[in-house]
C-alpha cells in the first residue's frame, strides 16, 4: 500500500480564532515600531560610537 498525501496545510493563526489577518498584524507592527526605528537610527546614543548618537559620525566635530 501506497503513502496517502498529507492533507493541504492551512494558515494558523498564534493567537487562534478572531485575530486580525497576519497582513492587518504586520501593518500594525510595522506602525508601532516606525517611532521606535526613527530614535533608535537617529537619536538613541551607542556604545559602539563611544556613546554619540549615530549621525555624528558623518558630522564634523
Not at 500594525?28 to 537610527?41: C, E, G, N, S, V
Amino acid at each position: 500500500m501506497g503513502a496517502r498525501p498529507l492533507p493541504a496545510a492551512r494558515p494558523q493563526s498564534a493567537c487562534g480564532v478572531g485575530c486580525p489577518p497576519a497582513d492587518d498584524q504586520a501593518d500594525a507592527a510595522a506602525t508601532a515600531l516606525a517611532p521606535w526605528i526613527k530614535l533608535y537610527d537617529t537619536e538613541r546614543r551607542h556604545s559602539a560610537l563611544g556613546g554619540k548618537p549615530p549621525p555624528s559620525r558623518l558630522l564634523p566635530i
